[in-house]
């Protein structure tokens, strides 16, 4: 019986002695640069497989329809407004919200204040690289520059452009951020950096690889404060071999800003040569009643 307890009382000290190696061996910080580049570039490919792989690096186009949340600056939920949300990556997004009745939230959110949506009806706002328009009852309008500048910076931090066009950036560098447990997910993170100013986080799930949250600290420049935009991400369904989720949450400096629940999505739709066009939304207008276009 001694010697039975001798036994087990070293293989405690062994494991004791082994448990803080192990923890060790995973801290970030202690492992060599182009070690911690290798593991992060290899769990983004895990990532780009888990997703779809070769579906859904060929995914050009992307098409939903569901119900965004309509959440004020105090972070209360007002209510719930239908659209169809159109991506042509990375950087042409058009969203036709249905409001069914007059809706004080929706211009606030879309980021244009002057919106007629008196009495509800169809709004569609277009965004096309550096240029964007919107489209209610008044007519077509050009967006405010600092809508339109908005749209650039979520594009830059947008994970489907930064895994489809970044990995290659030479401008990026890459490093394993550690294991944790996030939303009742053991994941890795892996951290994105663009110079000093601008930093990517990513968790991606240890098993699904698929991925879990996406952090964006980015510093302001005139007033040298960070700032955190946070994206979570569930309920994933394939749709013609791409996982996507079908629940997105966002938060900014952890205020919640947005909900979005996806009904249904398509992948590469038959959307016409001029879907993200001013004369598109023109076009539209008219078929709507309208008479002309500011």
């Not at 008044?138 to 910076?153: K, L, R």
């Not at 294991?179 to 110079?195: F, P, R, S």
């Not at 996806?262 to 879907?275: F, H, K, M, Q, R």
């Amino acid at each position: 019986m001694r010697l039975v307890g001798m036994k087990f009382g070293l293989c405690v000290l062994l494991l004791l002695a082994i448990v803080p190696l192990a923890t060790h061996a995973q801290n970030p910080e202690t492992i060599a640069p182009e070690e911690s580049e290798a593991r992060a570039k290899k769990i983004l490919n895990q990532l780009i497989q888990g997703l779809g792989g070769r579906a859904y690096l060929d995914m050009h186009q992307r098409q939903c329809d569901g119900r965004r949340a309509l959440i004020g600056h105090d972070g209360a939920l007002s209510g719930y407004v239908q659209f169809r949300d159109s991506w042509e990556f990375p950087d042409k997004n058009r969203t036709d919200y249905f409001a069914k009745s007059r809706n004080t939230m929706l211009g606030y959110i879309i980021g244009v204040q002057d919106l007629d949506i008196t009495h509800g009806g169809l709004i569609i706002t277009t965004f096309n690289g550096n240029k964007g328009w919107t489209m209610d009852k008044g007519g077509v309008s050009d967006m405010p520059e600092d809508t339109v500048a908005e749209f650039q910076a979520a594009v830059q931090r947008n994970p489907d452009n930064l895994l489809r066009f970044g990995l290659k950036n030479p401008d990026y560098s890459f490093r394993w951020g550690g294991l944790d447990t996030v939303d009742l997910h053991e994941v890795d993170w892996v951290e994105i950096a663009e110079g000093e100013d601008r930093v990517y986080r990513l968790a991606v799930d240890r098993v699904t690889h698929l991925l879990v949250r996406s952090v964006v600290e980015i510093k302001d420049l005139n007033s040298g404060q960070s700032h955190e935009d946070v994206s979570i991400y569930t309920n994933y369904q394939p749709k013609s071999g791409v996982q996507l989720p079908m629940q997105i949450t966002r938060e900014r400096d952890g205020r919640r800003i947005s909900q979005l629940f996806y009904e249904s999505c398509e992948i590469n739709p038959p959307l016409t040569a001029d879907y993200f066009t001013r004369e598109a939304l023109l076009q539209r207008y008219k078929e709507t009643g309208g008479k002309k276009g500011k």
